[in-house]
């Protein structure tokens, strides 16, 4: 008997532009895996506070909490600099942490990082408020935009400078819903 593939995967029209298949789901949760392997590997007894900076990180946020598996408590920021495909570089604080965070143990779960400047926005908004210790993780990386200094301490998948949409990331706040990672389409 003839089987017809579960799932065709296609490019795709978002709003005005056209995307194709760049990383599939299973791939990105086992990424999200590995990171929360080695958070765990340094976190397990210190009951860690995570910080997910919405919206982006949604769904890294629960996948990773799904696969950590030892106490902590979960929270979220939010912050904007993107408008369509370009970074606006204002970073706008729009949500703050409400609980305190002082003597926590804070890990900012982030879904990508690209030019680094809500990196430094998040950085500004932790310092001076006395946490014990402070660290970032972010599923997606765009290694050859990064120009901050900051290291980053847990990176899941590194990419090309080129815009992404799906798993919790948008353009025009589309295309969060899609669960595996598309890439703009250049040609
Ligand atoms: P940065 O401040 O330039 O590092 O940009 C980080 C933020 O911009 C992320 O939290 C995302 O919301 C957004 N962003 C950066 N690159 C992309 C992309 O390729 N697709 C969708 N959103 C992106
Ligand atoms: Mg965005």
């Not at 080695?38 to 397990?44: E, P, Q």
């Not at 950590?68 to 729009?94: D, R």
């Not at 992404?164 to 589309?174: A, F, P, Q, R, S």
């Amino acid at each position: 008997m003839y089987l017809y593939p579960l799932k065709i995967k296609d490019a795709m029209r978002i709003a005005d532009l056209e995307f194709e298949p760049f990383i599939e789901q299973a791939e990105i949760e086992m990424a999200i895996g590995r990171i929360a392997n080695a958070v765990a590997a340094d976190y397990k007894d210190r009951n860690p506070l995570f910080i997910g900076v919405l919206n982006g990180s949604f769904r890294f946020v629960a996948e990773f909490i799904k696969q950590y598996e030892h106490p902590c408590e979960v929270s979220f920021v939010k912050l904007s600099s993107y408008q369509g495909l370009t970074s606006t570089g204002i970073v706008e604080t729009l949500l703050d942490v409400t609980d305190s965070v002082e003597g926590r143990d804070v890990v900012v779960l982030e879904d990508i990082i690209d030019s680094g400047r809500t990196l430094q926005e998040l950085i500004s908004l932790f310092s001076g408020q006395h946490v014990r210790s402070f660290a970032i993780a972010t599923l997606f990386f765009k290694p050859s935009k990064y120009k901050k200094e900051y290291q980053i301490n847990y990176k899941g998948i590194d990419l090309p400078d080129e815009f992404v949409v799906g798993y919790g990331l948008d353009y025009k706040e589309k295309g969060r819903e899609l669960n595996d990672l598309y890439i703009l389409k250049t040609t």
